[in-house]
């Protein structure tokens, strides 16, 4: 009920929503809630900021609390400056686990232009641990170093931005982790030689398209992930099927071709 209340998003069943939420305030029922969050956000959103910022996160070690993807269901269905402008004012907020909620959001949601604010926020964050890092066994520290490895995701990792060789190279001096450094150099190493492009085909349903550090959800991520790469851009192509599905890969192979020649790339396919 709650996903069909989020899609539609009319105003009228407005008072009749605030209702339902209010007797799921205190519940433990995330998905309708983070549904209804979400028609919030698009429907009234002095309401939804509300709601969202009342959310009780309890504990600070413990789990994240219901309301978590609000902001990233609403930022994907109805994108708008105001309420990007909401999520990245969340990344300073003093609890450090809606702080990773919002770059965790960016790095999903997020537009082109959120990027400059995650590299302020970072900059930031490191500044202050490079001030407190002698507290490495201290719970709060430790919730910093997370909130370090998802603002450092969402730059490298974002869905609307392309993170090359030399914005992964700066981003690792901001590292403060054998853990962040790690997974930078994971990340950097797809750019040693030309960034890949490994398509797995299950079935006509499901394709999973990684693309250098980017590990997309379908198709219809990777041709605008793709449209972000320079002009001249050699692709290496590595597509992974079973014998059933080889017309299937080839068909996707064919619209690659088309696409990477409308946008100025170059394909280069494995020789398997």
């Not at 590595?238 to 014998?243: A, K």
């Amino acid at each position: 009920m709650g996903k069909l209340i989020e899609r539609h998003a009319t105003a009228h069943a407005l008072p009749e929503v605030k209702a339902v939420y209010e007797r799921l305030r205190d519940s433990d029922e995330c998905p309708a809630k983070e549904n209804l969050l979400a028609y919030f956000l698009r429907v009234d959103f002095n309401y939804g900021k509300k709601a969202l910022d009342q959310v009780k996160w309890g504990a600070t070690s413990g789990p994240p609390a219901c309301g978590g993807l609000a902001l990233g269901i609403t930022l994907e269905r109805q994108p708008s400056a105001a309420l990007e402008q909401f999520a990245t004012s969340r990344l300073w907020n003093p609890d450090p686990r809606i702080a990773i909620d919002a770059a965790e959001t960016l790095q999903e949601s997020g537009s082109a232009d959120s990027e400059k604010i995650l590299w302020k926020r970072l900059r930031e964050w490191h500044e202050r641990l490079m001030v407190h890092s002698e507290n490495s066994d201290d719970p709060e520290h430790k919730m910093q170093l997370q909130l370090g490895t998802a603002l450092l995701k969402a730059i490298a990792q974002g869905t609307c931005r392309i993170a090359d060789a030399d914005k992964l190279t700066e981003l690792r001096e901001f590292c403060m982790s054998k853990n962040q450094c790690n997974e930078i150099d994971g990340y950097r190493e797809n750019w040693k030689h030309d960034p890949e492009l490994e398509l797995i085909v299950f079935n006509h349903e499901m394709v999973w398209p990684h693309l250098a550090q980017y590990e997309l959800r379908s198709l219809d991520q990777l041709w605008p992930k793709l449209a972000k790469f320079p002009r001249g851009t050699a692709i290496a192509y590595s597509p992974q099927f079973q014998p059933e599905e080889k017309a299937h890969a080839k068909c996707i192979y064919t619209q690659l071709i088309r696409f990477a020649e409308d946008h100025g790339l170059q394909i280069e396919k494995s020789s398997q």
